[in-house]
């Protein structure tokens, strides 16, 4: 079992469902040796199951979703903390883990990013965790960084 597979995905800040693709299978993950992907990877399956919110005049993207757990329509609005689906390994994934960023247009791969920041999380390290966590405000967590956005009490807020 994968930490975080099949955890809720809330919405970060509210806003109308843009697109939503689901239906594509997940891949079984893989220890050891070459990747086995459940379908061909191509411009339609690689995101797997994806949904993007329009919020204000930028994209929230959140991919690798499985599939069968998005709760949201298009033209849906959404609230913060409102669960638009699960945690999964869809697509051109290796493990189960979330996609997650801001663009400018409602192309998850062809939209160009969009700077933003968390209102509030905790950084526990780079790679690894440490045993002393430091509360940041309005940063953006870089690469390998270990962070937790509050334990699901309440969404992380994501300002673009």
Known sequence: MFYGYGAEVPAVADGVVAHVTDGIPENVPQAKGPIKMSVP???????????????????????HLQPGSITVREGQRVRRGQVIGRLGNSGNSVGPHLHFHVGDSNSLNGSEPVPHVFDSFLFGGRGEASSKALRRTLQLPLEDAMVDFGGGRQPPRVRP
Do not use: C, K, P, Q
Request: aromatic letters at 18%.
């Open 41 to 63: 990877l191509t411009n339609e399956t690689g995101s797997g199951n994806w949904i993007s919110l329009r919020v204000g005049s930028a994209y929230v993207f959140y991919a």
